[in-house]
């Protein structure tokens, strides 16, 4: 339908033509009516109709051959095929570990973004380098070896998009110096959801046994794997604290087979026992690559993380970074950079620390009360806890269907606790006794 009333009508018949290339309606090959007959069936001009062709004609959709007439161009519009979706494990949203978002803190943030446009020089906006902006990754050293006990410098951090970019760059410069695909060893039960993203890196994963000290060193030797992805700080999702005599076997097996090893600290500043445990690149910087991200601490949404590497390592995922994407946003950069030296990122974090430990004691002493039978485990730090019990997938649709944060992990099955407040958490719970039919008992 033309509205005359609106002008420019060649533009209409050229919108409408697009579209249906674009949906379908008129497929590749498909000839058009001539330009005098079609002005005759929309009572326009022939000249209107001639110049609507002509525009489609330069933009590609359709081509025009004398004696052939007027066709749709072959390549033009939406392929047809199979739609392929992310796999249920892909999916995003809550999880069990992620944080309160409504926590975030939004003044802080706005004062720091405010500070750093009104100071960045113009020379700051440029591409910069890929690694990261020199501020930012001076500040993740100072604060990096002051809480997490790291062994690093500016020059060893390469700003990332996150511990999944992270992830998949360390796999993609290990497996081009090494000319094939790496053999990954990962730690099980793990995070799922990260196993499609290291295959399509392409990592070939082998699964190494978890106990009670953390991943079977003795286990991982037999894979014969090039590297290893551990959570020595807070397993996920048992919540294992890797043992002293673990660490120690673990970086003997790296010095002697050459092979690296990648620490994900994911959540490891919120531990409420005691002080963190210091990390594992700490202990040997020569042969552990170090992953963090302020997604637990802040929100996932930044999409800033970082990776501290060797030197040679982080200098190939410097290159990585400006071969494929040429680094990450400088703004929310610099904005990190002065959030953690004021002393707003410590401030937050405490905060975080005491509102969170809460909401686990809740969360546990109501599961103690109505479903004394569930092993609780992991509760020492991060931002969930691991339960065992007899059907962890029942459970685990019982707790989501009473907005907890839930899924099964192994023999078990992880419950979040960040995101929900002390008495949102007793009531879920209760509520979830009353669906099993329970009464409260004792308290364990």
């Known amino acids: 339908m033309i509205d005359r009333g609106a002008g420019g009508i060649a533009g209409q018949i050229a919108r409408e033509l697009r579209e249906s290339v674009r ?3 008129l497929a590749p090959g498909a000839r058009l009516p001539a330009s005098r007959d079609l002005a005759r069936d929309l009572g326009v001009s022939r000249g209107v109709v001639v110049e609507a062709y002509e525009q489609l004609v330069a933009e590609g959709f359709l081509e025009s051959r004398i004696g052939a007439g007027t066709r749709v161009a072959p390549m ?3 392929p047809q095929g199979e739609v392929v979706s992310p796999s249920p494990e892909a ?9 309160d978002l409504g926590a975030f803190p939004r003044r802080a943030w706005s004062a720091a973004l405010r500070q750093v446009l009104l100071t960045l020089p113009n020379e700051g906006l440029d591409y910069g380098d890929p690694g990261g902006v020199p501020e930012l990754r001076a500040e993740l050293a100072a604060y990096l070896r002051r809480v997490r006990a790291a062994d690093v410098t500016p020059d060893d951090i390469v700003i990332v998009t996150g511990v999944a970019q992270g992830l998949s760059l360390f796999v993609h410069v290990l497996a081009h110096a090494k000319g094939r695909p790496i053999t990954l060893a990962t730690e099980s039960p793990c995070a799922t959801r990260q196993v499609p993203l290291l295959r399509r890196a392409g990592a070939e994963l082998v699964g190494v046994p978890v106990d009670d000290e953390g991943v079977d060193v003795d286990a991982l030797a037999r894979t014969g794997a090039d590297a290893v992805l551990v959570t020595p700080a807070h397993h996920y999702p048992t919540g294992v604290l890797l043992s ?3 660490r120690a076997e673990l970086v003997a097996w790296a010095a002697a087979t050459g092979a690296t ?7 490891a500043e919120f531990r409420f026992d005691r002080d963190p445990v210091g990390c594992l690149q700490g202990l040997a910087p020569g042969h552990v690559v170090f992953a963090g991200s302020v997604s637990k601490a802040l929100a996932p949404g930044l999409r800033l993380g970082w990776i501290a590497a060797p030197p040679a390592l982080a200098g190939a995922v410097r290159l990585a970074r400006a071969e494929f994407d040429l680094g990450s946003p400088v703004i929310d ?3 990190l950079a002065r959030f953690i030296g004021s002393g707003g990122y410590d401030r937050h974090l405490r905060r975080m620390r005491r509102e969170y430990r809460a909401r686990r004691d809740a969360l546990v002493q109501a599961l103690a009360e109505h479903f004394p039978e569930l092993r609780v485990r992991g509760i020492s730090a991060g931002l969930h806890l691991y339960a065992e019990l007899d059907d962890p997938a029942a459970f685990a649709r019982a707790a989501r269907a009473q907005g907890l944060a839930a899924e099964t992990a192994g023999d078990g099955l992880s419950i979040g606790f960040a995101r929900l407040p002390e008495s949102r958490l007793t009531a879920a719970v209760r509520a979830m006794a009353t669906a099993y039919g329970r009464t409260p008992g004792p308290a364990r």
Do not use: F, K, N, V
């Open 261 to 267: 090893i990648m620490e994900d600290d994911y959540d």
């Open 91 to 99: 999916a995003l949203g809550p999880r069990p570990t992620s944080p």
């Open 76 to 78: 033009a519009g939406r």
């Open 244 to 246: 002293p005599r673990r």
């Open 333 to 335: 950069q610099y904005a």
């Open 23 to 25: 949906g379908g309606r």
